[in-house]
């Protein structure tokens, strides 16, 4: 009996990865070395200080914690800058026939993801009022594979999680999810997210009877 779902918003709700691409782009740049979208990729679901950590070691980089508390900070800007600029537009295509499929079926959902810019960007696009929960990472202290932030989404719905689907674009947010003892979905390409119950392209013409269907199989 599915009573909720818990939504990442990077890559699921939003494609705020592209101005992620960009922030750490324009940080490794400034260190003398490239990054690439492929590498964007690997940083999906990961904290930004272990992305950070991540970038540095793949230009050979080594700097204090002061002064990587610096990048990232320096990062983050960059990215607010660009986040600021969002509207409702840059939602991706289904995603708010989607949502109203839930309501009209009484499915709780609430917002788990790991940014700690969660906030503003579902203000950016006229969604922070609608979900029952946004779980992120000014809530949360351990980063996925941990399920810590989607039993806090399920918690704060009273949901227990085998009553509950985590939408994730991210391999580690899948095994997240799956950690938890959650149902989950996949939202990309099957090869990246294969452990998912079920793996959508995205939310475009997609029927919550579908959902109910695919994690069954």
């Known amino acids: 009996m599915i009573e909720a779902c818990i939504f990442d918003l990077d890559g699921v709700i939003v494609d705020t990865a592209k101005y992620h691409f960009i922030a750490w782009r324009r940080l490794a740049n400034e260190l ?9 990729e690997k940083l999906k ?36 800058e660009y ?20 309501k009209a079926n009484d499915i709780k959902y609430a917002l788990g993801s790991a940014s700690k810019n969660a906030g503003t960007v579902m203000k950016q696009i006229g969604l922070e009022n609608e979900f029952q929960a946004i779980i992120d990472g000014t809530k949360t202290t351990k980063g996925k594979p941990d399920p810590q932030v989607f039993q806090m989404g399920a918690d704060a719905m009273g949901v227990a999680p085998e009553n509950c689907i985590v939408f994730e674009d991210a391999a580690k947010g899948v095994e997240a999810a799956l950690n938890g003892g959650f149902y989950a979905v996949g939202v990309g390409k099957p090869e990246h997210l294969a452990k998912a119950h079920m793996v959508i392209s995205g939310f475009k013409n997609l029927g919550w009877q579908d959902i109910l269907n695919g994690i069954q199989q």
Not at 32 to 40: A, I, V
Not at 51 to 79: C, F, H, V
Not at 83 to 102: C, N, P, W, Y
Request: glycine content about 10%; aromatic content about 10%; proline content about 0%.
């Open 32 to 40: 003398g070395f490239d990054f690439s979208e492929e590498d964007n």
């Open 45 to 80: 679901g990961v904290s930004r200080i272990d992305s950070l950590n991540l970038i540095l070691q793949w230009g050979g980089i080594e700097m204090s914690e002061d002064k990587k508390q610096e990048w990232a900070t320096r990062k983050n800007d960059w990215y607010r």
């Open 83 to 102: 986040i600021l600029k969002m509207g409702a537009d840059e939602m991706l295509e289904g995603v708010r026939e989607f949502l109203d499929q839930l």
